[in-house]
């Protein structure tokens, strides 16, 4: 085409090749004059010319304009607006964030070829041309519900076969099937009564246990009826005893009948 208005109207081009090179375009009018014919066809094409004398023109980039951009981004089905969605050129860091409304408005250096991406969570991310939110009145936006298929989950009882609940409040372990936590060697006492309900530890300690609320000084552990003052070992991270060498072992948490017991006021129990 540049070659068809050059002969036609007795004028040369100079340009780089990699500037034209993958831009295409519709031939242009040559009976409306040389302005109009180059104004046809670089139209669009991001390119601008200057020319040297009658005889020569030069092709360059087209500076870029600080244009203003605006538009709504609003729910595809209801029209809802979508509050705060993002909104940015594609490629770039130049973007901005909706109103409450779903109204933006965004001012930048664009290009002809520069692409609008509006997203939202939760909706699918839509791309369009920047150009044609340029003018007035503002474009609405509308992002379609992105549709999730998760994969299927099975729910299945299970038995804990270390427990067994005998009557009221007491509790009966097997140590055989205390589990063993990551990162231990053993199973551990004091560890296995922190998976019941209402028992734990706030320094993740084993044996400084808060049974419902209470602190660790209110619990009273017997071992064959004795009681044990100090239960944890290596500043309280293991319990000193030695679970797998008891058949079972019991836990009675509750506050019924909680006279002075043995020097304790609760009668949180554990026993071995």
């Known amino acids: 085409m540049l070659?068809?208005?050059?002969?036609?109207?007795?004028?040369?081009?100079?340009?780089?090749?990699?500037?034209?090179?993958?831009?295409?375009?519709?031939?242009?009018?040559?009976?409306?004059?040389?302005?109009?014919?180059?104004?046809?066809?670089?139209?669009?094409?991001?390119?601008?010319?200057?020319?040297?004398?009658?005889?020569y023109i030069v092709l360059k980039p087209r500076s870029l304009e600080k244009l203003r951009l605006c538009g709504q981004v609003l729910e595809a089905g209801t029209g809802a607006p979508l509050p705060y969605a993002s909104v940015y050129l594609k490629g770039t860091a130049t973007g901005c964030s909706a109103d409450e409304k779903g109204y933006f408005e965004l001012t930048a250096l664009l290009n002809t070829t520069d692409t609008l991406v509006a997203s939202y969570v939760g909706y699918q991310s839509i791309?369009?041309?920047?150009?044609?939110?340029?003018?007035?009145?503002?474009?609405?936006?509308?992002?379609?519900?992105?549709?999730?298929e998760l994969a299927s989950v099975i729910v299945k009882e299970f038995t804990i076969d270390m427990l067994e609940r005998e009557s009221g409040n007491r509790y009966r372990f097997h140590p055989e099937q205390i589990p063993t936590l990551p990162g231990w060697g053993e199973p551990d006492l004091l560890r296995g009564l922190q998976l019941l309900p209402g028992i734990s530890a706030a320094d993740e300690s084993a044996s400084n246990l808060s049974i419902r609320g209470g602190t660790s000084d209110q619990n009273l552990l017997l071992w064959d009826g004795i009681p044990i003052y100090h239960t944890g070992h290596f500043f309280r991270v293991l319990h000193g005893g030695q679970p797998l060498r008891?058949?079972?072992?019991?836990?009675?948490?509750?506050?019924?009948?909680?006279?002075?017991?043995?020097?304790?006021?609760?009668?949180?129990?554990?026993?071995g």
């Open 3 to 55: 070659k068809q208005i050059e002969a036609h109207f007795q004028v040369a081009f100079a340009y780089d090749d990699a500037l034209v090179e993958g831009i295409e375009a519709l031939p242009p009018a040559l009976d409306k004059g040389l302005e109009a014919a180059l104004a046809e066809l670089l139209e669009g094409a991001g390119l601008a010319y200057s020319r040297i004398d009658e005889a």
């Open 246 to 271: 008891r058949s079972a072992h019991g836990c009675l948490p509750g506050w019924l009948r909680c006279r002075v017991w043995r020097a304790r006021l609760r009668c949180d129990r554990y026993y």
């Open 127 to 148: 791309a369009m041309p920047a150009q044609g939110f340029t003018h007035q009145p503002c474009q609405n936006i509308h992002l379609a519900l992105l549709q999730t």
